[in-house]
């Protein structure tokens, strides 16, 4: 577990600058939510969202992607309240790209260890699989519905 605020702030930071990107270069809309127990950085594209979780009980960062409902990012986590599955993990959607399979991994192997230092390395990752996913992320999700 994370209960340091310095080290919150400095994941969050890092986090945000790594998906900067989204907003600067791709006009996304961001958010960011938290609960105490964990932090959302969300981005949201017309075809696309990329939700951004800080998982501080965990101490671990993952990256979940759906398609906007009316413009939107759906209630629910996984699922939406009338049972509709309408977030998957990155991994997912990248690994259904022609040469995904090594990226796939890569965000496998990163996301095994916990701990701040691991937190800032996942981030990486996943910021570096969306940047190299983004063109086709948003057929990728629609594959997996």
Do not use: C, N
């Not at 989204?22 to 075809?47: F, H, I, K, M, N």
Request: hydrophobic content about 40%; proline content about 4%; aromatic content about 6%.
């Amino acid at each position: 577990m994370i209960s340091d605020t310095t080290q919150r702030d400095r994941i969050e930071r890092h986090a945000e600058t790594e998906f900067g990107f989204l907003v600067e270069q791709s006009g996304a809309g961001r958010t960011r939510e938290s609960d105490g127990d964990r932090t959302v950085l969300a981005y949201l594209l017309p075809d696309v969202f990329v939700e951004v979780e800080l998982d501080w009980v965990e101490a671990a960062a993952f990256a979940l992607v759906g398609t906007p409902a009316d413009g939107a990012r759906p209630g629910g986590y996984y699922v939406d309240g009338t049972g509709r599955k309408v977030r998957w993990h990155l991994v997912q959607a990248v690994e259904r790209r022609s040469d995904g399979a090594e990226l796939a991994a890569r965000l496998r192997r990163v996301t095994r260890e916990s701990g701040p230092e691991a937190m800032t390395s996942q981030v990486d990752a996943l910021a570096a699989a969306v940047r190299q996913a983004l063109p086709e992320l948003p057929e990728l999700v629609r594959q997996l519905t």
